[in-house]
């Protein structure tokens, strides 16, 4: 958060989330890197640009990037399976939304978030969002090269598998803007998590019985494709660590 300055929300909804331990639901699950403010000059001066009067989030892909694009792109080293940004518009009426990503089926998370965030605040359904066209909150993007790079293309460059920038309303409040990313956050990662795994296998009809008993690689590929999710490292080591205290016997899609 805090690649521009002038946009406060990102920043205060990630210290809000450490500070009141948002994280605890998911610490079992996730490994955590967080940026909290990578502009804090345009932080603490209201401003958009870098002390450099450069807007950071245009320029990962120059050749000699600022020190602060140095050091976001240093952390791509390792790999991620889900990028958050957080962002606001000054002139947007409600909240919206990039992503890209790896995996066609994830777009479903776009369409999750907007809907737990319009209990917090309009949802932009407006045809053209910040000169791209859009649909339900989501911006519409092709796969045409760009001369520039946000941090964004720049993560997806780099193997991650989701990239998520959001977008809140600047003319909402502070607390409104501060919740609706928090909410748009736990829903992300909701949607990865080990818990609404076990909810979505106990609600479709799954009978779960306790053993000792470890899993096998077919098994749980079977499991995933029979639920329709994805399968990757998120869902093996959620399903793995279910699939380690149970057996799931008679497996049916009722």
Request: hydrophobic share 35%.
């Amino acid at each position: 958060a805090g690649i521009h300055g002038d946009e406060p929300s990102g920043v205060e909804a990630i210290c809000s989330f450490l500070e009141n331990n948002r994280f605890d639901n998911f610490s079992d699950e996730w490994e955590w890197t967080f940026l909290p403010c990578l502009n804090p000059y345009g932080y603490e001066h209201g401003l958009r640009e870098n002390h450099e009067g450069k807007d950071l989030n245009r320029l990962f892909k120059h050749e000699s990037p600022p020190t602060e694009v140095r050091f976001a792109k240093s952390i791509f080293d390792s790999s991620y399976d889900l990028t958050i940004e957080l962002h606001e518009d000054f002139m947007t009426p409600g909240y919206y939304l990039y992503q890209k990503g790896t995996h066609a089926e994830d777009d479903l998370l776009g369409k999750k978030i907007l809907q737990a965030v319009k209990n917090i605040m309009p949802i932009n359904l407006n045809g053209e969002i910040d000169g791209c066209s859009a649909q339900g909150g989501i911006i519409v993007q092709g796969n045409e090269p760009m001369d520039w790079w946000p941090m964004a293309l720049y993560s997806l460059s780099k193997g991650t598998r989701r990239c998520l920038t959001l977008e809140t309303a600047t003319k909402l409040s502070m607390d409104a803007r501060i919740e609706a990313h928090l909410v748009a956050i736990d829903t992300a990662l909701n949607y990865f998590s080990r818990k609404t795994i076990c909810k979505l296998l106990e609600s479709t009809g799954f009978r779960i019985l306790k053993i000792e008993h470890c899993w096998e690689y077919h098994s749980m590929q079977y499991l995933c494709h029979a639920l329709c999710l994805y399968y990757n490292n998120i869902v093996c080591r959620s399903i793995k660590k279910i699939i380690e205290r149970t057996i799931f016997r008679n497996l049916m899609i009722p």
